[in-house]
Nanobody, 126 residues
Framework: VQLQASGGGLVQAGGSLRLSCADS????????MAWFRQAPGKGREFVAA????????YYGDSVKGRFTISFDNAKITVYLQMNSLKPEDTAIYYC????????????????????WGQGTQVTVSS
């Protein structure tokens, strides 16, 4: 697996978690990295994305103002700081990356990413 996600766990509502996703091989120059999530019985949802130099960030409507994505270019690691967590944030969180500039579908289009991590479970209790 190229991308290794970590940092998930169980947290109470209102709490915080920080997810990390590192490229274990560090052999690919990514243009963008992103986080998606999938809750039981639901489709994959866009959470956040960032360009390789951190100059552009994008967020899903449900996480704006609560989550922050950042990218360490030297470590080829993307982070997702999640604050004010809600039970509806419970899901498996997947990191994704791609070498290409996104097409008209933009950063939030999951099929536009070639590389995916294995997922990390985030559970928020009420």
């Amino acid at each position: 697996v190229q991308l290794q996600a970590s940092g998930g766990g169980l947290v109470q509502a209102g709490g915080s978690l920080r997810l990390s996703c590192a490229d274990s091989r560090r052999t690919i120059n990514y243009w963008r990295m992103a986080w998606f999530r999938q809750a039981p019985g639901k489709g994959r949802e866009f959470v956040a994305a960032i360009s390789w130099n951190g100059g552009s960030t994008y967020y899903g409507d449900s996480v704006k103002g609560r989550f922050t994505i950042s990218f360490d270019n030297a470590k080829i690691t993307v982070y997702l700081q999640m604050n004010s967590l809600k039970p509806e944030d419970t899901a498996i969180y997947y990191c994704a990356a791609d070498r290409r500039i996104p097409d008209s579908n933009g950063y939030s289009y999951a099929p536009g990413y070639d590389y995916w991590g294995q997922g990390t479970q985030v559970t928020v209790s009420s």
